[in-house]
């Protein structure tokens, strides 16, 4: 994995470890109460963490995000108090969700994130809707949608797609190709050689990119959010990265054939970026430890 910093200064890398790390360990702790049975259901995002943080990372605050539900990264970037997030997913009344639902399907005004759909379609659409009031109130922002491989299959990517190209919207369309949609692989869901192929179809512009690289994700993002501004056009992203655990904890990664989680876990977003830090003497092995304690 090939790590460009360009103009990054020290203190951004390390903001980029933090932000990536925290809810990696948040997660460990989320499948201890699990199985303690403290907490009904987790959809794990574990190994795909630099897609939803360095994208978060890239758009303004006040920009609205629609994610999806191994997206913790968003909730964590946007800083949303984890005593809060804790509430939601363990049912209490004064969650966002109003003890309703206790996994992912919440947002929060605030902090200007859109509660996910839970057939991962619609909220490609929704982030159409938000661009088209960023144009029509003169506001010169974009929106960010969040979808995977499986969701490419459905008629709402489509929809939304040639929606934003037509109109000319500023959306960042992005897709976390992981590997799987539920338990079918991607080499049984689409015969195009990358899902980013699709943007040519739509008359946008479209790059893949490695999901697992944090300042890959973050950098280009954030020249893609100038571009969908400057231009008034909607732009797809690829990430490509891979799901290291169930599409559920109850369901298990039986199906995953056993050389592929070898291969992806050497791959995993926060070992290789805390190692390049190291290397590139940005942190000692010391100041590492002392954040993991400190979180």
């Not at 948040?26 to 995002?45: A, H, T």
Request: hydrophobic share 35%; glycine share 8%; proline share 3%.
């Amino acid at each position: 994995m090939e790590y460009k910093r360009g103009s990054l200064s020290n203190e951004e890398l390390i903001h980029l470890y933090e932000s990536i790390l925290w809810p990696r360990m948040i997660e460990e702790k989320m499948l201890v109460l699990l199985r303690q049975g403290k907490i009904s259901k987790w959809f794990s995002g574990i190994g795909q963490e630099a897609i939803a943080v360095g994208a978060t990372l890239a758009m303004d605050p006040t920009e609205w995000i629609m994610p999806l539900h191994r997206n913790l990264g968003v909730f964590t970037s946007r800083k949303m108090p984890l005593t809060d997030l804790f509430k939601q997913w363990q049912g209490d009344r004064s969650s966002y969700s109003k003890a309703r639902e206790r996994s992912f399907h919440f947002g929060s005004k605030a902090h200007h994130v859109c509660g996910m759909i839970s057939h991962l379609g619609p909220q490609l659409a929704i982030a159409d809707g938000v661009a088209l009031a960023y144009q029509q109130r003169g506001q010169l922002k974009a929106s960010m949608a969040f979808t995977g491989d499986g969701g490419t299959s459905e008629g709402d990517f489509h929809e939304a797609l040639n929606v934003a190209a037509v109109w000319n919207l500023p959306v960042i369309f992005i897709i976390e190709n992981n590997g799987y949609g539920l338990s079918t692989p991607t080499n049984e869901q689409y015969k195009c050689d990358h899902l980013v192929d699709r943007a040519k179809g739509y008359g946008m512009e479209g790059v893949r990119i490695d999901g697992n690289n944090i300042l890959e994700v973050y950098q280009t993002v954030k020249g893609v959010r100038d571009y969908c501004i400057n231009q008034q056009k909607p732009y797809l992203i690829e990430c490509e990265t891979f799901r290291m655990r169930g599409h559920e904890e109850a369901s298990g990664v039986k199906y995953v054939p056993k050389h592929l989680m070898e291969t992806w876990s050497l791959k995993d977003p926060i070992k290789n970026y805390e190692q390049f830090l190291i290397q590139e003497k940005v942190l000692t092995e010391m100041q590492v430890a002392d954040i993991r304690n400190r979180f």
